[in-house]
């Protein structure tokens, strides 16, 4: 502050301390006032249905329909590495390939980057809706040819410059903003979710191609064993024919069976090639021969152990991924209804501007003569909308119904599907069982002939039906201890395991690269129907 003529100055606006008290204080009044109502209005009410989770089908006490089978254990287990139990490193090595560079959980991953960019729209919505900054300038020659002459000592040029900061903030009296980021902390849970359920997905498909490709691969060993063994009999076959010690139906016959068995092996090959090649898109790499990387297995079929852990139904709520989903997805159109049903109301604002204008260049920073400015509420109200807004608030109303009809159903398809892979599992097992004796005894059976041919007790037919049949019940022998270890894979996957490795625990890999953490969505506290 300085002296002038005796009184105090503001060396920043030039004014008296007692001008500026006059022209500040009704205006940090009207702005305290203007602060209290947006205060008010941003801790109204919430209009609509306040959230809760849908009831299902599934009772909390329900258990398998299998649950009195021993090798169906209820108890809680860690299902975040299932494809552990195949204690198989090549396996694992697939799957962590798969994690880190899958395309279509990374185009997930983004899904969630995006929901979490809606939020924080829906979050800035709370905060004035409106502020900019605005300039202009403009030369301006005014017409002496309008009725009259420009009157004397007016310039008919001159110039205009103005500046000014301008905000306008809609109160949230009945919740709309409020109501929005409730539907989008629901919808980035749901986009979560999803990220989860593809990657069980991804982890059982890494899986299943994995056990399809070491299945056909056992399945061509069986060919080429059964191959060798039968050209042994063409051999003997021939050489009985040529001794004159048995026909040539013989020889033929041998020949038929063992040709038969050849035919097999190429299209088992071309099977074991295009699993192969669905692993390379699940890698995220070209289509190339994996043969090298994949080597040769170490027990044929993997080997799986006879009982695994399945919880209890109710279990599916909390780890089915898909379920969850379909749950957020709810609970975000639970919130729309909200924010349909606050257009029913008036909207309330504060307005205001502040800003500087002069016709002169120079003369816009000569405060508080150059300032310009107003601060004011304002409202509006859409009172005559000929039932469009009425009909909006029924039409997300269905949509509710509709998103609790589905939640509802995905829980049903999710038992179902636990109830399916349980059943496969159990009795892959038992066929696999039966096959396993019928090949022991086909396998005798074949000894047998062979011998009895050679001795020239029998001819070549019954060596024909019986090689025959122990080639088929063979390979049906390889494909059921492959069905052993797929019907375990559906299990896992209807139970919704694995998704819990994005959280990087134990040997995790580690979350999906150039995508920012995922947030859980383990089951939230919130309110669980539709309530007002």
């Known amino acids: 502050m300085v002296q002038r003529q005796g009184r105090g100055y503001c060396r920043w606006t030039g004014m008296t301390w007692q001008n500026l008290r006059h022209y500040l204080v009704p205006r940090i009044s009207r702005w305290c006032l203007a602060g209290t109502m ?27 329909i299998d649950y009195r089978d021993p090798r169906v254990d209820e108890a809680q287990h860690d299902l975040s590495h299932w494809w552990g139990v195949f204690n198989d490193p090549v396996l694992s090595g697939l799957i962590g390939q798969a994690y880190q560079k899958n395309l279509s959980l990374r185009a997930a991953g983004e899904r969630i980057v995006e929901a979490r960019a809606r939020q924080g729209i829906a979050v800035g919505n709370l905060f004035p809706q409106q502020q900019n900054v ?59 979710a999803e990220f989860d359920d593809v990657l069980v997905v991804l982890l ?23 191959v060798a063994a039968q050209e042994k009999s063409y051999q003997l076959a021939v050489d009985k024919f040529q001794a004159g010690a048995s026909t040539e139906r013989d020889s033929q016959q041998s020949k038929q069976v063992l040709e038969q068995t050849r035919a097999t092996i190429p299209s088992l090959e071309a099977g074991a090639r295009q699993a192969s090649n669905a692993l390379c898109v699940l890698l995220a790499i070209p289509v190339q021969d994996l043969s090298a990387r994949l080597g040769a297995p170490a027990t044929g079929v993997p ?38 049903t606050s257009d029913l109301y008036p909207r309330f604002s504060i307005d205001g501007s502040i800003g500087v204008s002069a ?3 120079e003369d816009v920073f000569k405060t508080p003569g150059a300032m310009t400015g107003f601060i004011g509420p304002s409202f509006r109200w859409d009172i005559l909308n000929y039932g469009r807004i009425g009909n909006n608030v029924a039409a997300q109303e269905a949509r509710f119904r509709e998103s609790v009809a589905n939640y509802q159903e995905s829980v049903l398809r999710a038992n179902r ?46 060596v024909y039906l019986f090689e025959s049949t122990l080639s088929e019940q063979q390979d049906a022998l390889a494909q059921s201890q492959g069905q052993i270890a797929l019907s375990l894979v559906d299990l896992y996957r209807a139970l919704g395991g ?35």
């Open 359 to 361: 016709e002169d260049f």
């Open 134 to 192: 605005a300039g202009a300038y403009s030369f301006n020659k005014v017409s002496n040819q309008n009725g009259g002459n420009v009157p004397g000592g007016v310039d008919q040029y001159f110039q205009n410059t103005n500046a000014g900061f301008n905000v306008s903030w809609e109160m949230d009296l009945w919740g709309r903003f409020r109501r929005s980021i409730d539907a989008a902390d629901a919808e980035l849970e749901a986009s979560v």
């Open 498 to 532: 694995g998704w819990e490795m994005r959280n990087g625990n134990g040997d995790a890999p580690a979350p999906v690269p150039g995508l920012t953490p995922v947030p859980s969505t383990q089951p939230t506290t919130r309110p669980a129907t539709m309530g007002s």
């Open 38 to 64: 947006l205060v008010l209005g941003q801790a109204g009410c919430k209009v609509g249905p306040n959230y809760k989770t849908p009831p299902t089908a599934i009772a909390p006490a329900q258990n398998w």
């Open 417 to 462: 599907e636990a109830e399916d892979a349980i059943i496969a599992f159990l009795k892959a097992q038992e066929r696999t069982r039966y096959l396993q004796q019928s090949v022991a005894a086909a396998q005798r059976t074949v000894d047998i002939s062979r011998d009895q041919y050679r001795e020239g007790v029998i001819d070549f037919t019954p």
């Open 303 to 340: 080997t799986v152990p006879a009982e695994t852990a399945v919880g209890i139904p109710a279990d599916l709520l909390r780890r089915r991924p898909d379920v969850r989903a379909f749950e957020r997805r709810a609970a975000a159109q639970s919130a729309l209804i909200g924010v349909a």
């Open 204 to 226: 059982a498909d890494v899986t299943s191609n994995y056990i399809q490709y070491r299945t056909f691969e056992e399945r061509v060993a069986v060919a080429r064993r059964n």
